[in-house]
């Protein structure tokens, strides 16, 4: 990789897509907004082959299932071999996954590997026992007594034309003549580090849509969870703080 090829890529990218250019053992990469379950960064490290432009990981994602211990398993491989498939993404020998950008487009093609590689790191939380609480039920029922009479909402609410394959869902997306909102319910690890992946992807789009994160707080989430989620909510509550929660769904509709 050239020194100036990273930065010459980063220049097509949108801003909100990168955080900034850095330099590490005399390679460049770019710092993306997107984020690994365990809060580093997601970076992009751009390489010429042929007249091509591609962009890896640097082995980044498989490394750190290696290091947290967990195994690929025949059912993980077989998502991550859906996910490839899904995205373009390409899986080498030496445990990096790669994408050749387009050249009129680089900027979407980053956007896609950064989502695809979000999707591989959170399949780490996807077979772990699902905690069932009575936050959704708790949730629910204050939204349909004090919010239903003035705004309505739609559950698992994804962007049709954004999102065809629906990997982002909102579990409730507040409608009505007034600009959106969305509240999250937040009760497991994967659940943690899902809501940064669908929060950046809308931002990324050109959507920052105010956002509510509800934390379970007989979840027992570590404290790098709930700051992950912290650092893409406008608002987070633990459990049901039923004024905060009414307020933020009611703050553009009274």
């Avoid at 077979?127 to 069932?132: E, G």
């Avoid at 709930?226 to 703080?241: A, H």
Wanted: aromatic share 10%; charged share 25%; with cysteine.
């Amino acid at each position: 990789m050239t020194a100036t090829l990273a930065n010459s890529i980063a220049a097509r990218l949108c801003d909100d897509l990168v955080s900034e250019v850095a330099l590490r053992h005399g390679r460049e990469f770019i710092i993306t907004t997107f984020r690994y379950p365990d809060g580093d960064s997601l970076n992009l490290y751009v390489e010429a082959r042929g007249k091509e432009t591609w962009v890896t990981d640097g082995g980044t994602t498989l490394y750190k299932f290696a290091v947290s211990g967990m195994r690929v398993t025949d059912a993980r491989q077989h998502i991550i071999d859906v996910i490839c498939r899904t995205y373009g993404l390409i899986l080498g020998e030496d445990s990096r996954f790669s994408l050749q950008l387009d050249r009129k487009s680089p900027g979407e093609s980053c956007r896609l590997f950064c989502e695809a590689l979000t999707r591989v790191s959170t399949l780490r939380y996807d077979f772990l026992p699902r905690m069932q609480t009575a936050l959704r039920t708790a949730l629910e029922s204050l939204l349909v007594e004090r919010v239903r009479p003035v705004r309505r909402w739609t559950e698992n609410w994804t962007d049709r034309l954004m999102d065809k394959k629906r990997l982002y869902p909102v579990d409730y997306r507040f409608n009505g003549v007034q600009p959106p909102r969305h509240v999250f319910r937040v009760a497991t690890p994967y659940k943690a580090a899902l809501v940064p992946a669908v929060v950046n992807f809308f931002r990324v789009n050109g959507q920052d849509v105010p956002t509510l994160s509800v934390i379970d707080p007989e979840a027992n989430l570590g404290a790098s969870h709930i700051q992950r989620v912290k650092s893409v909510s406008t608002e987070i509550c633990f459990g049901i703080e039923e004024e905060r929660i009414v307020d933020f769904a009611l703050a553009r509709a009274r």
